[in-house]
């Protein structure tokens, strides 16, 4: 479950030094459009150091390169590949760039064979993604699908308002595409830094509408955030019964609680339920 | 000159008493008085320039003067002084203020030609400070704590001459306030110590009226009133920053801070509380407040520089009392006027050792460093290169006196680690430190064992201070030590009148 997911810009020394500290679920090492382009080497150049010296964080990172018709795509995915990180953001995501990325990322984690595989969580900002989202999300490598509403508003050609009412459309495609496949649905960020009210009413309409999590661009966001996506007592309940059950269970096989049969994944997830809401 | 060495393994001058734990001399001293100079009552003489003063009362070579820093860099009281102490061409003259600002940087010639050889102060920064810094005043520099110059004052260790206490308002009968005219700055706590016992009195005013709203100087203890055009500058006298920070790496710091104070048991009713008026202070009283509101819980008073957003906790009920030895913004001047639980104290109810002072009646004080080290020592005085950029203040005294005494800074500053093995320069000792932290963690005092079990199952990150230094280093490279030269220029003396450190030429 990722409530909050932090953007930082990766030619920014102070920020990336403190990204873990901020207690974001997870860091988006941003390549793309906080970078300009003649800073796109100096960012991945101090990315690189930075992972030197934290090879181990205990956080979900993720890295948003350049997307795949730009001319630093490739040089991204080279770099990324020595990194150690879980995850790729993909810009204007369509199916034909998750399969072009996927199978670049096959063929580098077939050449090192220890590698994780990376999940890609694709943004859908483009009018034409919202065709084709049901099919990016079915994708075996996507975790998630991120919702970028000022760009998506850029292509509509509208005014981004902080009702959203422009994009409403847009975030019930994401939040039924994700939900379709078991994938996570994070609502695109909420701009206006200094407006706190703004952000609870913005964050607590995504939810409602189905939102599992949402990006944030200032570490000062991340708090409402991982409160309103914090899993109800009735979650936590729930989850506590299954860690329970699964304790007395075991070594005996399959168990049920309240009638429903519990197997591994269930028990994974009440179990990264637990250990969010103790965090 | 040679040297000895306090408990603290700190050199200092031979002759001097040194350092020997934060309680050791307080508990079998004696605590000194000297009598009260009260000059008596009626109307007061009304001077109209500084000339008059000087020659009415003498004023010559030799002479200890003194001021308050209740107008901080809007201060013009001080630089009169200086111009007339030039203008004579008097030597060998004292200073004893307050503080020290930018705005008083008329006194480096005076210091440089040895008009001014001795300061006694208890904060400075700017050019004066770099000029002293720089081996040029004549004798040494003795950093006082506040609590530890109202001592000084009221024992004769410290024999004020004249002192020029700036008054924002004053009447025929020499008393006088800060909350009224033009020139307001709140209360005047630091300037008590001074009327009561120099042998002469200035009030320097830029508002005379008829009869004060309020009486915090008393007119018996004046001399004469010097009446100017204008004794300050509104704009430096307003305080910096009095506003919560939006800092997220210090908002994490300041909500860890809260957390742990709660988790502590601290916030019960009647507690006292104390936090300094900068952002991290400001963001913890805020965290603080929420969850006093929440719980319902009411304090018995909070104490100190007071701020705006003290002012409203005083107001929404959360603290009964406010003790008020400074005011740090226009709020809390207003706050002071309207509000009659809203008290003014003086340096000495403050913070002197000998006095029973606020400070000892604290359950938690949440205060700032430059730099921390592995026995919780903190300097607030220098940096790390020994640069002279504030002082103790009510620092070594307010953490002498709390329940609980919390420091909190960001681990790193500008690719440093604050927690070093040995801080430059000590002016609170970590015997008085309980707890530090920083945004990668929290370390506790091992000396205080009841707050580690306390804390045993807290979800808070609890680590050691070697552990954060360790996290430190990994990140930025363990630096090396700076050097310094042997002449000592200052000496940092503790509020019980021993000396904690020296200051060292750059």
Same mark, same amino acid.
């Given at each position: 479950?990722?409530?909050?997911?932090?953007?930082?810009?990766?030619?920014?020394?102070?920020?990336?030094?403190?990204?873990?500290?901020?207690?974001?679920?997870?860091?988006?090492?941003? /390549?793309?459009?906080?970078?300009?382009?003649?800073?796109?080497?100096?960012?991945?150049?101090?990315?690189?150091? =930075?992972?030197?010296?934290?090879? #181990?964080?205990?956080?979900?990172?993720?890295?948003?390169?350049?997307?795949?018709?730009?001319?630093?795509?490739?040089?991204?995915?080279?770099?990324?590949?020595?990194?150690?990180?879980?995850?790729?953001?993909?810009?204007?995501?369509?199916?034909?760039?998750?399969?072009?990325?996927?199978?670049?990322?096959?063929?580098?984690?077939?050449?090192?064979?220890?590698?994780?595989?990376?999940?890609?969580?694709?943004?859908?900002?483009?009018?034409?993604?919202?065709?084709?989202?049901?099919?990016?999300?079915?994708?075996?490598?996507?975790?998630?699908?991120?919702?970028?509403?000022?760009?998506?508003?850029?292509?509509?050609?509208?005014?981004?308002?902080?009702?959203?009412?422009?994009?409403?459309?847009?975030?019930?495609?994401? *939040?039924?595409?994700?939900?379709? =496949?078991?994938?996570?649905? *994070?609502?695109?960020?909420?701009?206006?830094?200094?407006?706190?009210?703004? /952000?609870?009413?913005?964050?607590?309409?995504?939810?409602?509408?189905?939102?599992?999590?949402?990006?944030?661009?200032?570490? $000062?966001?991340?708090?409402?955030?991982?409160?309103?996506?914090?899993?109800?007592?009735?979650?936590?309940?729930?989850?506590?019964?299954?860690?329970?059950?699964?304790?007395?269970?075991?070594?005996?096989?399959?168990?049920?609680?309240?009638?429903?049969? $519990?197997?591994?994944?269930?028990?994974?997830?009440?179990?990264?339920?637990?250990?969010?809401?103790?965090? | 000159?040679?040297?000895?060495?306090?408990?603290?393994?700190?050199?200092?001058?031979?002759?001097?008493?040194?350092?020997?734990?934060?309680?050791?001399?307080?508990?079998?001293?004696?605590?000194?008085?000297?009598?009260?100079?009260?000059?008596?009552?009626?109307?007061?003489?009304?001077?109209?320039?500084?000339?008059?003063?000087?020659?009415?009362?003498?004023?010559?070579?030799?002479?200890?003067?003194?001021?308050?820093?209740?107008?901080?860099?809007?201060?013009?009281?001080?630089?009169?002084?200086?111009?007339?102490?030039?203008?004579?061409?008097?030597?060998?003259?004292?200073?004893?203020?307050?503080?020290?600002?930018?705005?008083?940087?008329?006194?480096?010639?005076?210091?440089?030609?040895?008009? *001014?050889?001795?300061?006694?102060?208890?904060?400075?920064?700017?050019?004066?400070?770099?000029?002293?810094?720089?081996?040029?005043?004549?004798?040494?520099?003795?950093?006082?704590?506040?609590?530890?110059?109202?001592?000084?004052?009221?024992?004769?260790?410290?024999?004020?001459?004249?002192?020029?206490?700036?008054?924002?308002?004053?009447?025929?009968?020499? #008393?006088?306030?800060?909350?009224?005219?033009?020139?307001?700055?709140?209360?005047?706590?630091?300037?008590?110590?001074?009327?009561?016992?120099?042998? #002469?009195?200035?009030?320097?005013?830029? #508002?005379?009226?008829?009869?004060?709203?309020?009486?915090?100087?008393?007119?018996? =203890?004046?001399?004469?009133?010097?009446?100017?055009?204008?004794?300050?500058?509104?704009?430096?006298?307003?305080?910096?920053?009095?506003?919560?920070?939006?800092?997220?790496?210090?908002?994490?710091?300041?909500?860890?801070?809260?957390?742990?104070?709660?988790?502590?048991?601290?916030?019960?009713?009647?507690?006292?509380?104390?936090?300094?008026?900068?952002?991290?202070?400001?963001?913890?009283?805020?965290?603080?407040?929420?969850?006093?509101?929440?719980?319902?819980?009411?304090?018995?008073?909070?104490?100190?520089? *007071?701020?705006?957003?003290?002012?409203?906790?005083?107001?929404?009920?959360?603290?009964?009392?406010?003790?008020?030895?400074?005011?740090?913004?226009?709020?809390?001047?207003?706050?002071?006027?309207?509000?009659?639980?809203?008290?003014?104290?003086?340096?000495?109810? =403050?913070?002197?050792?000998?006095?029973?002072?606020?400070?000892?009646?604290?359950?938690?004080?949440?205060?700032?460093?430059?730099? $921390?080290?592995?026995?919780?020592?903190?300097?607030?005085?220098?940096?790390?290169?020994?640069?002279?950029?504030?002082?103790?203040?009510?620092?070594?005294?307010?953490?002498?006196?709390?329940?609980?005494?919390?420091?909190?800074?960001?681990?790193?500053?500008?690719?440093?680690?604050?927690?070093?093995?040995?801080?430059?320069?000590?002016?609170?000792?970590?015997?008085?430190?309980?707890?530090?932290?920083?945004?990668?963690?929290?370390?506790?005092?091992?000396?205080?064992?009841?707050?580690?079990?306390?804390?045993?199952?807290?979800?808070?990150?609890?680590?050691?201070?070697?552990?954060?230094?360790?996290?430190?280093?990994?990140?930025?490279?363990?630096?090396?030590?700076?050097?310094?030269?042997?002449?000592?220029?200052?000496?940092?003396?503790?509020?019980?009148?021993?000396?904690?450190?020296?200051?060292?030429?750059?």
């Amino acid at each position: 479950m990722t409530r909050s997911l932090l953007f930082i810009p990766a030619n920014t020394p102070a920020m990336i030094q403190n990204a873990d500290i901020f207690e974001a679920d997870a860091i988006i090492f941003d /390549l793309e459009d906080a970078i300009h382009p003649l800073e796109k080497d100096a960012a991945r150049i101090l990315l690189k150091e =930075y992972f030197k010296t934290n090879p #181990h964080l205990n956080i979900d990172v993720i890295i948003r390169i350049n997307d795949v018709s730009s001319p630093y795509f490739l040089s991204d995915i080279k770099h990324i590949m020595k990194w150690p990180v879980q995850g790729i953001m993909l810009p204007k995501a369509s199916i034909a760039s998750v399969e072009e990325l996927d199978q670049l990322l096959s063929k580098y984690e077939k050449r090192k064979k220890n590698h994780e595989p990376l999940w890609i969580i694709p943004i859908i900002e483009q009018a034409r993604s919202l065709f084709e989202v049901h099919t990016i999300a079915s994708h075996v490598r996507v975790k998630a699908l991120l919702l970028g509403g000022e760009d998506l508003a850029t292509d509509l050609e509208v005014e981004r308002t902080q009702d959203g009412e422009e994009i409403l459309l847009a975030r019930q495609l994401v *939040i039924y595409a994700a939900k379709a =496949y078991g994938k996570e649905a *994070i609502d695109t960020p909420f701009t206006h830094v200094d407006n706190a009210e703004g /952000l609870i009413s913005d964050a607590k309409h995504a939810k409602r509408l189905g939102m599992t999590g949402k990006a944030c661009i200032h570490p $000062i966001q991340i708090d409402t955030i991982n409160e309103l996506f914090s899993p109800t007592q009735e979650q936590i309940d729930y989850a506590k019964k299954i860690v329970l059950a699964e304790e007395q269970a075991s070594g005996k096989g399959a168990f049920s609680v309240d009638g429903k049969m $519990i197997d591994k994944p269930i028990i994974m997830r009440a179990k990264k339920l637990l250990e969010k809401v103790t965090k | 000159m040679n040297l000895i060495k306090n408990t603290l393994n700190r050199q200092i001058p031979e002759g001097y008493t040194p350092f020997q734990g934060a309680n050791n001399l307080i508990k079998t001293n004696e605590r000194k008085i000297i009598d009260e100079v009260i000059i008596g009552g009626g109307n007061k003489p009304v001077e109209s320039d500084i000339a008059s003063v000087f020659d009415k009362l003498d004023i010559k070579d030799g002479m200890t003067l003194s001021f308050h820093h209740h107008l901080r860099n809007g201060d013009a009281v001080l630089n009169l002084v200086l111009m007339e102490i030039k203008k004579r061409k008097l030597k060998h003259i004292t200073l004893a203020p307050s503080a020290i600002f930018p705005v008083h940087e008329p006194m480096v010639p005076l210091i440089k030609n040895q008009s *001014i050889t001795k300061i006694y102060t208890n904060y400075i920064n700017g050019p004066v400070a770099k000029a002293i810094e720089e081996g040029h005043l004549k004798e040494l520099l003795v950093m006082d704590t506040h609590g530890g110059r109202a001592r000084a004052i009221e024992s004769g260790e410290l024999t004020i001459d004249v002192a020029f206490i700036a008054t924002p308002a004053v009447d025929h009968a020499g #008393h006088g306030n800060g909350i009224e005219g033009p020139s307001q700055c709140g209360t005047l706590g630091y300037a008590i110590p001074d009327l009561l016992y120099a042998k #002469h009195k200035v009030l320097v005013t830029d #508002h005379i009226v008829d009869r004060v709203k309020k009486v915090d100087i008393d007119g018996r =203890y004046v001399d004469m009133i010097l009446h100017i055009p204008s004794i300050g500058d509104p704009e430096g006298i307003k305080s910096g920053t009095t506003k919560p920070t939006r800092d997220p790496i210090q908002l994490k710091i300041a909500k860890n801070t809260a957390r742990l104070i709660e988790e502590l048991g601290l916030i019960k009713p009647h507690f006292n509380f104390q936090c300094g008026a900068g952002g991290t202070s400001l963001a913890v009283a805020e965290a603080l407040k929420q969850r006093m509101t929440a719980n319902k819980i009411k304090g018995d008073f909070a104490s100190g520089g *007071i701020t705006s957003f003290l002012v409203d906790m005083h107001e929404k009920g959360l603290f009964e009392k406010l003790y008020d030895v400074q005011c740090f913004d226009l709020e809390a001047i207003k706050s002071y006027q309207r509000n009659k639980h809203h008290l003014m104290i003086s340096a000495s109810e =403050y913070g002197n050792p000998y006095a029973k002072p606020i400070v000892n009646d604290l359950d938690v004080v949440v205060l700032g460093a430059t730099e $921390i080290d592995l026995d919780f020592n903190v300097n607030v005085t220098t940096d790390s290169f020994g640069h002279l950029i504030g002082g103790s203040g009510g620092h070594a005294d307010t953490a002498f006196g709390a329940k609980v005494t919390i420091i909190t800074t960001n681990l790193m500053k500008s690719r440093l680690s604050m927690v070093k093995s040995s801080v430059k320069t000590i002016t609170t000792p970590g015997e008085s430190v309980d707890i530090l932290v920083t945004e990668r963690g929290i370390a506790i005092n091992p000396k205080r064992q009841d707050l580690i079990n306390k804390l045993k199952d807290s979800k808070l990150e609890i680590t050691t201070i070697d552990e954060l230094m360790k996290r430190a280093h990994h990140i930025t490279g363990e630096p090396k030590m700076i050097p310094s030269s042997d002449k000592i220029i200052g000496l940092i003396r503790y509020r019980d009148g021993s000396i904690i450190d020296s200051l060292y030429q750059l």
